[in-house]
């Protein structure tokens, strides 16, 4: 399968701990989302990459979050100090880019997470 | 700042029954538009896209949409359902000045009885 992957698929935390999810994106691709969702809602922009650089955050993301894309392939994603209020499905995302001009993002399983 | 609206939370269709599901945007500027559907344990997979061109684009299984400009809308349309159509489906806006910043509808839950 050579779509977008996500590690780990489930998530189970501590108030307070801190937590990583992985995306792998399809190899060819330059861009890669970060998104989250809650029950009844469609997917929040997070945050997005054009390789390594990260280009743009929401307001949403607190400075608890970060994200990650050192080599410009896989990305990372924590959240520091989880909260209640971070239990959401976070999915990642991955398009190939030309020019700016925006294309199909294509979409991992997303990783749940459930912070107790 | 853009925004989706999909005025419709829960759709029930007997099948063969015709299916429209509404979506509106907000944004002053150029976008492009994307519906994508979401069947039972799986991911979020595209239906289909505008970017430029005839404004009435044909997707996969049978789906369709029609962007109407004046209306800011990107309405998704089938003739006729069928029980696999049972989904979630999103309508999603990208503004042309800013390719990373996409916006997605809470999305409507199709259920087609068969």
Redesign the interface.
């Given at each position: 399968d050579t779509g977008v992957s996500q590690n780990p698929r489930h998530k189970i935390t501590k108030r307070g701990q801190n937590v990583t999810f992985r995306c792998d994106p399809i190899s060819e691709h330059n861009r890669l989302y970060w998104y989250r969702q809650t029950l009844g809602q469609g997917p929040e922009f997070l945050t997005y990459f054009q390789n390594e650089a990260q280009l743009e955050k929401s307001r949403l993301l607190s400075d608890r979050f970060s994200a990650e894309r050192p080599k410009g392939s896989f990305s990372t994603l924590e959240i520091q100090r989880t909260e209640q209020g971070d239990s959401a499905m976070y999915l990642c995302a991955s398009s190939l880019v030309r020019g700016g001009v925006a294309d199909t993002q294509y979409f991992g399983p997303g990783t749940r997470l459930t912070v107790l | 700042a853009q925004s989706?609206s999909?005025h419709n939370?829960h759709v029930i269709l007997s099948e063969a029954a015709s299916l429209e599901l509404g979506c509106n945007y907000s944004y002053g500027g150029t976008v492009?538009l994307?519906w994508?559907v979401q069947y039972p344990g799986q991911?979020?997979?595209?239906l289909l896209?505008y970017?430029s061109g005839d404004p009435l684009v044909k997707g996969i299984k049978g789906f369709e949409a029609e962007f109407i400009k004046s209306k800011f809308s990107f309405n998704l349309r089938k003739p006729s359902v069928q029980w696999s159509d049972t989904a979630e489906y999103?309508c999603?806006v990208?503004p042309?000045t800013?390719?990373?910043?996409?916006?997605?509808?809470?999305?409507t839950t199709l259920t087609v009885k068969p």
């Open positions: - | 989706v999909q939370h492009n994307f994508y991911h979020l997979q595209l896209k970017f999103f999603a990208i042309n800013n390719a990373g910043k996409s916006t997605f509808g809470d999305g």
